[in-house]
Nanobody, 120 residues
Framework: QVQLVESGGSVVQAGGSLRLSCAGSGRTFSSFSMGWFRQAPGKERRFVAAINWMHDTSYDDSVKGRFTISRDSVKNTVDLQMTNLKPEDTAVYYC??????????????WGQGTQVTVSS
């Protein structure tokens, strides 16, 4: 069974930092693009960051300069380092995996999400 399991969500004060991790199991994701998405209460899920198999990265403008995505293809993990957190970063954060050749908006596997709450 293929799974993505996120961890690291917590409550943090504005200006603080947090590191999310996502562990994949059931298959290797080394050739996959890995992404982080988030969904705030009452809002649609939105793209946050992605990293491909060559470690090229992309970010939503709202997190550029504050968040860093990284991966360890041997360990089958992808992390999201978040700094200078703001209350508007509060959301459930999801890890996702996209197989090679699929459109950038279409991800094959999703985790269950981890809650990040930033207090002001």
């Amino acid at each position: 069974q293929v799974q993505l399991v996120e961890s690291g969500g917590s409550v943090v004060q504005a200006g603080g930092s947090l590191r999310l991790s996502c562990a994949g199991s059931g298959r290797t994701f080394s050739s996959f693009s890995m992404g982080w998405f988030r969904q705030a209460p009452g809002k649609e899920r939105r793209f946050v960051a992605a990293i491909n198999w060559m470690h090229d990265t992309s970010y939503d403008d709202s997190v550029k300069g504050r968040f860093t995505i990284s991966r360890d293809s041997v360990k089958n993990t992808v992390d999201l380092q978040m700094t200078n957190l703001k209350p508007e970063d509060t959301a459930v954060y999801y890890c996702a995996a996209r197989s090679p050749g699929r459109p950038r908006s279409e991800y094959d596997y999703w985790g269950q999400g981890t809650q990040v709450t930033v207090s002001s």
